[in-house]
């Protein structure tokens, strides 16, 4: 039996495969590289020394995913894929629409076809909107502030409904904080495309060179030095949190949702301060307006997630820091580093 992994080659996907193949877990990935690249299912199988299928394709084929479904025998699926940008998601909500929901709805069709009712799902804090109290429950009122966090809110809804039809259903919904970090070995991490949106991302560039200096969206919020404060999360920690899910969702039935964060909350100046720290680079920065949409603060209560899936988060915001610099050092341009770029270009040659 195996685990498939949609958007496997993504960030937390990509962590969440080295965490599952260490485990014994047999894996079979499908990614469109939408957002991502092959080399980093590469890189997640000389990382666990385990071989895996992996195929390119995207989760709305029909025929595609109807054959992997045929071909493996398939326990249960953690459902990455899908578009994560908030600001893309407000200029073509229809293609968020379509990839993120129809997507799921796509896949989960596909399950039932053939008899697979375990699902992790990729959920955000971002279901909690603006929440006003702090730290954040999961009994907490949902709302969507933009499109992106519409598609997950509506595809929470969905899996419930699923479950009220079926309860032969076995869902896990889970709640990322603020993913940051890579892992220890600097071979697989984030990459984003163009600019970085999120903080760290764009710290890291700054260090490294490519960014000239970070912009702090607001120095005036009623937090302990005027930045935002949110709950950064390790990705491996996340991933592992994955693996705590998917015991649960194999040996129960049901639909449920859960934190995952730290429970602490660091100001944007904190995570400046502790990443000069962990690099010994200088960060500089502008301080701007207010992002539009930005909340003031944002933490988990992880307390369900402890109780119910014995998982809490280990690594600390110093490590979090090393690790997410180690990844940009050793691989400046992602996974463009050089030596892709000459076999790619190699490749186009017709010279290998
Ligand atoms: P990512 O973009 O790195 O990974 C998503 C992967 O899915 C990519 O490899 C992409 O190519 C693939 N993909 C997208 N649409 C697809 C499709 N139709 N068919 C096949 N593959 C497809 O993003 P991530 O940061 O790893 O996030 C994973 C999931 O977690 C996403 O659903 C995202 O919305 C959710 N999430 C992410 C964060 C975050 O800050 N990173 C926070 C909360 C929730
Ligand atoms: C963003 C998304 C959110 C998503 C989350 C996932 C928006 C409005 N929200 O949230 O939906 O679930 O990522 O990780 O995009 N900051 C700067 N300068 C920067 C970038 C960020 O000062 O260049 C600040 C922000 O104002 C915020 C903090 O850093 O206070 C974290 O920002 P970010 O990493 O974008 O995460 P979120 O705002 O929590």
Known sequence: MAILVTGGAGYIG???CVELLNQGFDIVVIDNFSNSKPEALERVKQLSKRR?????????DSCGLDRIFQEHEIEAVIHFAGLKSVGESAKMPLQYYHNNLNGTLHLCRMMEKHNVRKLVFSSSATVYGHSEICPIKEHFPLTATNPYGRTKLMTEEVLRD???????WSIALLRYFNPVGAHKSGRIGEDPNGIPNNLMPYI???AIGRQEKLTIFGDSYNTKDGTGVRDYIHVV???RGHIKALEKIRNSTGVDAYNLGTGKGYSVLEMVAAFEQASGRNIPFSIADNR?????????????????LDWEAQIDIQEMCE???RWQLQNPNGYENEDNLV?????????I
């Open 343 to 351: 076999t790619l270009h190699a490749r186009s040659a017709n010279v």
């Open 237 to 239: 920690d996340l991933a």
């Open 323 to 325: 690790d997410a610099w």
């Open 204 to 206: 890291t560039q700054v």
């Open 162 to 168: 699923l479950y009220q039809a079926d309860s032969r």
């Open 52 to 60: 895996f299928k992996s195929y390119s394709m995207n989760i709305l």
């Open 292 to 308: 539009p949409g930005d909340v003031a603060v944002c933490y988990a209560s992880p307390a369900k997630a402890k109780e119910i």
């Open 14 to 16: 990509s962590h969440t």
